[in-house]
């Protein structure tokens, strides 16, 4: 259930292949990496591991044209899966026709690989993530994320429960940013989050060096 994640600016190569290695080694759903790293994880790895990217990130204010062609770069890569930061500035603006023009766009051009839909839940009111749970449904995206771990703040456990009981059936939640314990990990699953995206998991096991 555990996308292991790099997505700190100064990650080398050399960063991303640990991470790859240990991805693997404990059976995760995917390794979450910068797009400039896609080509180069997707040959390292084969076919052993699902590769994740990450598209519009952090921010989500590219034009919708500019994450098409991420997207579409990432997948010709051998991308599986992208995570689309939604523009939180046209929510607050109430710019849902557009919202949905963009995520319709990049669900088509997905072609048939995972979207994760990142909404940036500490930058939104309820009534503000209620409406995303809408548009990201009728979208039809696989997951609505909860962060970025790049802005003000992370996963909650309110947030995921808020996520999980009002996206439509199907739609799942993936938690992420700030998650450093199993425990923290285990509440966000009870909750009602389907993947768990994190970089400190993996590596307690790694550290508890458990067999």
Request: glycine share 10%; proline share 2%; with cysteine.
């Given at each position: 259930m555990v996308d292991h994640?790099?997505?700190?600016?100064?990650?080398g190569w050399e960063d991303v292949r640990t991470i790859c290695d240990e991805a693997v080694r404990w059976g995760c759903a995917s390794v979450c990496i910068p797009p400039s790293f896609v080509s180069r994880a997707r040959s390292y790895i084969s076919e052993k591991l699902a590769?994740?990217?990450?598209?519009?990130?952090?921010?989500?204010?590219?034009t919708s044209a500019a994450k098409?062609?991420?997207?579409?770069?990432?997948?010709?890569?051998?991308?599986?899966?992208?995570d689309v930061v939604i523009n939180v500035g046209d929510v607050k603006d109430g710019r849902d026709d557009e919202i949905?023009?963009?995520?319709?766009?990049?669900?088509?051009?997905?072609?048939?690989?995972?979207?994760?839909?990142?909404?940036?839940?500490?930058l939104l009111n309820d009534d503000e993530k209620l409406r995303l749970c809408r548009l990201v449904s009728?979208?039809?995206?696989?997951?609505?994320k909860t962060s970025t771990?790049?802005?003000?703040?992370?996963?909650?456990?309110?947030?995921?429960?808020?996520?999980?009981d009002h996206v439509k059936p199907g739609v799942?939640?993936?938690?992420?940013?700030?998650?450093?314990?199993?425990?923290?990990?285990?509440?966000m699953i009870s909750a009602g989050a389907s993947r768990?995206?994190?970089?400190?998991?993996?590596?307690?096991m790694e550290e508890a060096n458990v067999v």
């Open positions: 994640t790099i997505l700190r600016p100064a990650a590769v994740c990217t990450v598209i519009g990130f952090p921010n989500g204010y590219a098409v062609f991420e997207s579409t770069e990432a997948i010709k890569n051998g991308a599986d899966e992208i949905a023009y963009e995520l319709i766009r990049l669900r088509e051009v997905s072609d048939g690989r995972i979207m994760k839909v990142i909404i940036e839940c500490c009728e979208a039809g995206a696989d997951f609505i771990g790049f802005s003000t703040g992370g996963a909650t456990v309110e947030d995921v429960r808020l996520l999980h799942l939640v993936k938690a992420a940013g700030g998650i450093s314990t199993f425990e923290e990990a285990a509440a768990i995206g994190a970089s400190r998991l993996v590596r307690l």
